[in-house]
């Protein structure tokens, strides 16, 4: 007695046309492993970089007013740029300032730079304005975090204001 199609099972082109497909399959999931490993080494730095920032904000944010010193009063030599520019530690060039701390972590070195400076604030236009001199009562505080990423240089920046109020 002859067998049915039901009964005799796969040809040998049926499997091999399904080892292909299966092979196709693993392939494109082979090349995403790689993309996801990078950003995952990308966020956990992002992530260090973000909690040695906040730990610097919140330790200038502790001390008293008064102990919190301005860049252009505790940086040996602040880059001329930075005083011309009204002392704005938004538009400073971090690679000719000086840096508060190099941090060592999971395989990455994190550099921390710190900037302090006077700020008025101007009710009309509601806005705060860097200024070098003359206490106002208001000081930024503003943390540069940085990290080298295969080609590039990462960084991340986080700012907070101190009173004297």
């Not at 996801?36 to 920032?53: D, G, P």
Request: glycine fraction near 4%; hydrophobic fraction near 40%.
């Amino acid at each position: 007695m002859p067998l049915t199609r039901a009964q005799a099972g796969v040809s040998l082109i049926e499997l091999m046309i399904a080892v292909v497909m299966v092979s196709a399959v693993v392939a494109m999931l082979s090349l995403l492993f790689p993309k996801s490993s990078r950003s995952m080494v990308t966020s956990r730095q992002r992530l260090a970089a973000t909690n040695f920032a906040s730990s610097k904000v919140e330790d200038v944010k502790k001390q008293p007013y008064t102990y919190i010193d301005v860049s252009a009063v505790t940086t040996p030599a602040p880059p001329a740029a930075w005083i011309t520019g009204g002392c704005n530690c938004n538009a400073v060039d971090y690679t000719t300032f000086p840096w508060e701390a190099v941090i060592p972590s999971t395989g990455t070195t994190y550099t921390r730079y710190v900037c302090v400076s006077y700020v008025s604030y101007n009710p009309l236009t509601q806005t705060w304005t860097p200024q070098c001199a003359g206490d106002t009562g208001y000081k930024n505080v503003h943390v540069h975090v940085s990290w080298p990423s295969e080609a590039d240089t990462l960084f991340i920046d986080q700012e907070s204001m101190a009173t004297r109020y």
